[in-house]
């Protein structure tokens, strides 16, 4: 699991403040993000063999002395693309491959709904992401600048991750409906109380229960979930970020479990999509004390973005898996199923 996505079983949404903004298949890190909800796509380029013959003599011939410039040189030495491609491949190759067969998805939808993606629908998104970082101009900016460091985002890939939150958000605003819960909702995780906790993410239930059995006989919840937790909370000892009681990005059934404990206590193990989760109780930070109807048209405005997310979400993971390719390569075909297999 990963406090971001595996937070993923628990937490809908990804990189809490930023996941508001950007799509799972782009931080994959967390999404994930990213942290990720992915299924199974089979994957790679389904144009492969047509992009090929596409290819005339004359370009095949000029595009070979660039195939076999060096990349780099060492001590007046070359390293080749042979060399360095198949690392490449292997570390990120699936990743690529899945935000690709999302854009080629999403094109096409787009030209099914006719809907056409203007550069102010782009920029929109960027905005976006800069304010939910923070709402100094300066401090967003240097967050967004270690956000983009973090998850390997260079120009090329931050501008086809603006891309497909454009394309994603123009697709589920057509099936978005607001609901006075929704509003509610929103209100109550901007300005409710919020409970600070730590979470453990197992596989199994005979896991969580040696787990609690372990904590109950005097370890402390922190150093448990450090050393057994598959959510990537488990590094900063299982401490998530706060949590509000309506906050539809956590299941009900988590929230339901957290807001019944007393501080300091331990809950029983929860059932999640993927394995079994404990949390503990830390501590509660009290509502500001907003007035609802005062923030009424900014609760509105959260609530959309919050459901543009979800179902944003929904339609990438549905596009992902119904694609069908064929992968070609042998080091991206491992790259994929080791992907394949860290989503199970």
């Not at 009290?286 to 609530?303: H, L, V």
Request: charge should be neutral; charged fraction near 25%.
């Amino acid at each position: 699991m990963s406090s971001a996505r595996k937070i993923s079983s628990i937490r809908l949404i990804v990189c809490a403040a930023v996941r508001v903004a950007l799509c799972p298949l782009l931080l994959a890190g967390c999404a994930s993000t990213q942290p990720g909800e992915l299924s199974t796509v089979q994957a790679a380029s389904a144009n492969a063999s047509s992009n090929a013959d596409a290819g005339t003599n004359s370009r095949a011939h000029s595009a070979a002395p660039s195939a076999q410039r060096p990349v780099a040189m060492l001590s007046g030495q070359p390293i080749s693309w042979d060399e360095v491609r198949p690392r490449l491949v292997e570390m990120g190759g699936a990743m690529i491959l899945e935000e690709i067969v999302l854009e080629r998805m999403l094109k096409h939808e787009l030209a099914l709904a006719s809907i056409t993606l203007d550069e102010s629908a782009i920029a929109l998104e960027e905005k976006a992401a800069l304010e939910a970082l923070s709402t100094d101009p300066l401090r967003a900016a240097q967050l967004l600048e270690s956000l983009r460091d973090a998850q390997a985002l260079g120009k090329a890939r931050w501008a086809a991750l603006l891309w497909r939150n454009a394309a994603l958000r123009a697709l589920a605003r057509r099936d978005v409906r607001m609901s006075e819960d929704h509003i509610r909702e929103a209100f109550d995780v901007a300005h409710g109380p919020h409970r600070v906790a730590r979470l453990l993410v197992v596989a199994d239930i005979a896991a969580a229960s040696k787990a609690r059995e372990r904590i109950a006989a005097g370890e402390s919840f922190a150093e448990v979930a450090a050393q057994l937790s598959t959510d990537s909370s488990a590094q900063r000892g299982g401490m998530l970020a706060p949590i509000a009681k309506l906050d539809p990005s956590f299941p009900p059934a988590f929230r339901e479990v957290l807001f019944s404990l007393k501080q300091g206590e331990i809950s029983q193990a929860i059932l999640l999509d993927n394995g079994y989760a404990i949390v503990q109780f830390c501590k509660e930070i009290p509502g500001d004390g907003a007035d609802p109807a005062a923030t009424r048209s900014e609760n509105e405005r959260i609530a959309r973005r919050a459901q543009e997310r979800i179902e944003m979400d929904r339609i990438a993971r549905t596009l992902v898996r119904r694609a069908t390719a064929t992968i070609l390569d042998e080091s991206l075909a491992e790259s994929w199923q080791r992907q394949l297999r860290g989503q199970r």
